[in-house]
């Protein structure tokens, strides 16, 4: 079983910064990818950016330039620094890990930006 723990959410102004964390736990035999999606209220979810084992980023294009994903692999730990947030990015955030055998969620953090 493979447990993942966010953390980092909370309450920020437009235009103000969060860091979210990520950690996983449990019978991770491999990990392809780490990543960062959200769902705002009504809306699907979507990408907003990963991370490969080889370090490659993907973003969405409504966060690049913002925002920045990284990975301590050690501590098989992502990271979402979030820089010049809108308040249409008030959503959950979610941590995916892609493995080798099987993908897993974490539970969301909820971020919002509001004045």
């Known amino acids: 079983q493979v447990q993942l723990v966010e953390s980092g959410g909370g309450l920020v102004q437009p235009g103000g910064s969060l860091r979210l964390s990520c950690a996983a736990s449990?019978?991770?035999?491999?990990?392809?990818?780490m990543g960062w999606y959200r769902q705002a209220p009504g809306k699907q979810r979507e990408l907003v950016a990963t991370?490969?084992?080889?370090?490659?980023?993907n973003y969405a294009n409504s966060v690049k330039g913002r925002f920045t994903i990284s990975r301590d692999n050690a501590k098989n730990t992502v990271y979402l620094q979030m820089n010049s947030l809108k308040p249409e990015e008030t959503a959950v955030y979610y941590c995916?890990?892609?493995?080798?055998?099987?993908?897993?969620w974490g539970q969301g953090t909820q971020v919002t930006v509001s004045p």
């Open positions: 995916k890990l892609m493995g080798t055998y099987a993908h897993y």
């Open positions: 449990g019978s991770i035999f491999g990990i392809n990818a």
């Open positions: 991370i490969s084992s080889d370090s490659s980023t």
